[in-house]
């Protein structure tokens, strides 16, 4: 069976590729918010989520690094509900009581 989610160039297709190397562009000049600076560890891999077709980068937590407004940043989910996007976009638009709170962690003062 084929995995959701892969590192393995293979089952990459051009777009993907393409999007894998944007990814490591910006990584490699540190084009991303303060948040990823801050949040974002060691064991970096690209990842591609062959259901969602997203292709991202993951450190060794599972911290996810994805395009926002031109800047790498992070991709977050609600641990109560598994509400995702980025953070203003989690704490305006909650689905749990715990996400506002959850968002607010990550976001800039």
Wanted: aromatic content about 16%; charged content about 25%.
């Amino acid at each position: 069976m084929k995995d959701i989610v892969t590192a393995d160039f293979s089952n990459f297709g051009y777009r993907e590729i393409d999007l894998a190397q944007r990814l490591l562009y910006a990584y490699a000049h540190r084009r991303m918010t303060d948040r990823a600076v801050d949040w974002f560890g060691d064991g970096v891999q690209i990842m591609f989520n062959t259901h969602s077709g997203f292709v991202f980068l993951s450190d060794e937590d599972y911290n996810t690094l994805m395009f926002n407004n031109g800047l790498l940043d992070l991709f977050l989910y609600c641990p109560n509900c598994g509400n995702e996007g980025f953070a203003e976009e989690i704490y305006e638009n909650p689905q749990c009581d715990e996400c506002k709170d959850f968002a607010k962690n990550y976001m800039a003062d």
